[in-house]
């Protein structure tokens, strides 16, 4: 499936959750998009608490939300569910030497003639 104008919800989500869950003294969010032949990987990085390992992947999960958080626990559900649903994928690694990177993959709309 082509991504469509829910695509925007997906990176509104992430570069919220990196502002909203920074602790850093002085934050810092950084948006990175490049080409990988027909794939296009979006990261965004922030300096604050990071993920632990082992809740990098619950984190998707509906209603969850960290110990802390005033969120409603569907933000990055709504990301992974999307970001699934447009043939990509999502992951969360560390950023060093502090924070997280939210990687999307997604798959890159096909060109037109028209259009080289």
Do not use: C
Request: glycine residues 14%; hydrophobic residues 35%.
């Amino acid at each position: 499936m082509t991504a469509n104008g829910m695509l925007g919800s997906v990176f509104r989500n992430l570069l919220n959750n990196a502002v909203q869950h920074n602790d850093a003294d002085d934050p810092l969010v950084v948006v990175d998009v490049g080409l990988d032949g027909d794939r296009v990987t979006v990261r965004v990085a922030d300096n604050g608490p990071g993920v632990p390992d082992d809740r990098k992947m619950e984190v998707f999960g509906k209603n969850e939300k960290g110990i802390d958080s005033s969120g409603t626990g569907v933000g990055l559900y709504l990301v992974h569910t999307l970001v699934s649903e447009y043939g990509g994928s999502v992951r969360i690694e560390d950023n060093d030497p502090r924070g997280a990177v939210f990687v999307v993959r997604l798959r890159r709309a096909g060109r037109g003639a028209d259009e080289e």
